[in-house]
């Protein structure tokens, strides 16, 4: 936070998190850096006032839905415990929210929508969160790359986690301009199989970002050294497959040579310089 917001933010914001990363420790903390919290909480957190716990899992007879008990922290007034009866309790840790009554419209079974009285925060975390609980839904839906692949590395795994984020962010922008141009969307899977077209049309010119060569590293190298002479170059015919623009593959000279019966050569799009003659090229 203190990267995305910069040492010179002004004013308070407000944070809304789920119930599976909040706590009263992250509360207190983003307060300290003018930031207001308000989410679901897990009741088992430590610091969460007890007294606000509702341990029943449905609405008892004789108890108002829409009804809630509230605590605030005598430390800290602006922390708030809350619960509020819908069909099911829902706990919510807020900091700096408004405890005045609203109303929130809700679905019945077999009869109209009604309104409901709640707390001012629990309008603001519906609100809020709608955004975020769209983005679970899709990522973990379908075409979850996280979990189709397994590595002994985690960060291997958490760049996955955040490859799905970055998709999801795309298709739901997809989304939010078509309604502004009044076009109709593209199913998820379609988007993606257009994106991965668009994505294998790129070629190093467009990467405009130079690398800068790191420092070589103290004492002598154990990397084996390359022959001058010949050298991998890759071939420049292009040819449209499907409606996408690749490169022309060519069948390999050494697995050609190399192949058994039952095996076949590989394809490629390099050849070597040095071992082709005008228009033969020798491709590797």
């Given amino acids: 936070m203190k990267v995305v917001l910069g ?14 990363y ?4 992250l509360a207190i903390q983003l307060l300290s ?18 007294r606000v716990v509702e ?32 069909r099911k309790p829902a706990h919510y840790l807020a900091t700096g929210p408004s405890m005045a009554e609203d109303s929130i419209r809700r679905n019945l079974k077999g009869a109209p929508a009604r309104n409901f009285k ?3 925060l629990v309008t603001d975390y519906q609100r809020w969160m709608g955004g975020v609980d769209v983005h679970d839904q899709l990522r973990l839906k379908s075409y979850f790359i996280q979990t ?34 009044r076009l109709t969307p593209k199913p998820r899977g379609e988007w993606y199989i257009l994106l991965h077209k668009q994505l294998l049309q790129l070629k190093a010119e467009d990467f405009v970002e130079v690398l800068t060569p790191m420092d070589a590293p103290a004492g002598p190298s154990r990397k084996r050294r390359r022959h001058a002479g010949h050298k991998h170059v890759q071939f420049n015919d ?47």
């Avoid at 909040?22 to 420790?25: G, L, R, T």
């Avoid at 308000?38 to 009741?43: D, E, F, M, R």
């Avoid at 449905?58 to 430390?75: D, H, V």
């Fill in 55 to 86: 341990k029943k899992q449905t609405l008892p007879q004789g108890k108002e839905r829409g009804s809630f008990t509230f605590s605030r922290s005598i430390a800290i007034p602006t922390v708030i415990a809350c619960h509020w009866w819908d």
């Fill in 118 to 120: 709640c707390p001012k």
């Fill in 22 to 25: 909040s706590s009263v420790a």
């Fill in 33 to 50: 850096m003018s930031l207001y919290v308000v989410g679901t909480i897990v009741t088992n957190r430590l610091g969460f006032d007890r």
């Fill in 7 to 20: 040492e010179h933010s002004q004013g308070f914001r407000l944070v809304v998190i789920d119930r599976y």
């Fill in 238 to 284: 292009w040819v449209t497959v499907s409606e996408v623009q690749k490169r022309r593959q060519r069948s390999c000279k050494v697995c050609a040579l190399l192949r058994g019966d039952r095996k076949k050569s590989f394809q490629t799009t390099y050849y070597c310089e040095d071992c082709s003659k005008a228009d033969a090229k020798c491709f590797l």
């Fill in 148 to 181: 189709s692949f397994r590595f002994q590395k985690y960060h291997k795994s958490l760049f996955m986690g955040l490859l799905d984020m970055a998709l999801v962010n795309a298709y739901i922008t997809h989304k939010k301009t078509c309604a502004i141009k």
